[in-house]
């Protein structure tokens, strides 16, 4: 018999309701409370939670107040308080500038804070389109990443990448950091084309 269980099954905010703009990730808007039902009725763990490419400061990830409404919602609906996505920088560069005068830092370090109010796990960081590591030096991602990790320490989350790089080169930068609240999203849909997923998951199961 095989006792192999999955763990936990959730959805990207977003995705169990008609986007009101037509796209596919995009927060909800005045229906997002709604999308807590939906995803227990479902049968769902979790939805995973979601800061926009644009600051969106209706998003109640933002404020005390709203912060305590998700918390409700989760805890009314038994769902988790899993994990989350900043898709601010996909468009708003990670690794640009000293760390001093990198407000995109900050914003991400003000995101992993809002979302600890929530006991949220895990925090996806898309490095995507503006935030690719391939358009910056090694030492400039990693020793941003470094910064992300420590705050991560101080809120007990985890920092899990989400990217286009080829399996070596995503390797690389996860075994020099080698930091256990540091790991990686293997993105199915936009992995597809890049490599062969079998042979990419074994080498990146590590993380």
Same mark, same amino acid.
């Given at each position: ?20 703009? %037509? ?10 409370? +709604?999308?807590? $039902? ?9 939805? +995973? ?14 404020? =005390? ?7 409700? %919602? ?21 690794? +640009? ?49 470094? $910064?992300?990790?420590? +705050? ?11 990217? $286009? ?9 996860? =075994? ?19 490599? =062969? ?11």
């Amino acid at each position: 018999m095989n006792n192999f269980q999955f763990s936990r099954f959730g959805c990207s905010q977003g995705r169990l309701i008609k986007p009101y703009n %037509g796209e596919l990730q995009c927060f909800p808007k005045d229906n997002w409370q +709604e999308e807590f $039902v939906i995803a227990s009725d479902c049968g769902l763990n979790f939805v +995973e939670l979601l800061a926009e490419r644009k600051h969106n400061f209706t998003n109640p990830i933002w404020s =005390d107040k709203g912060i305590d409404l998700i918390r409700k %919602g989760i805890k009314k609906n038994k769902l988790e308080n899993y994990s989350a996505c900043l898709d601010y920088i996909i468009d708003n560069c990670i690794f +640009e500038g000293d760390f001093q005068s990198n407000k995109v830092l900050d914003y991400t370090i003000n995101f992993l804070r809002q979302v600890k109010k929530i006991k949220i796990k895990f925090v996806i960081l898309p490095l995507l389109e503006s935030s690719n590591p391939e358009l910056f030096s090694f030492n400039l991602v990693t020793d941003n990443l470094l $910064v992300l990790l420590e +705050e991560c320490k101080k809120l007990d989350i985890s920092l899990i990448i989400e990217s $286009v790089l080829n399996s070596e080169k995503l390797f690389k930068i996860l =075994d020099y950091i080698n930091n256990p609240l540091l790991g990686c999203v293997y993105d199915t849909g936009n992995r597809y084309e890049i490599g =062969d997923p079998v042979s990419e998951i074994n080498h990146l199961s590590k993380f």
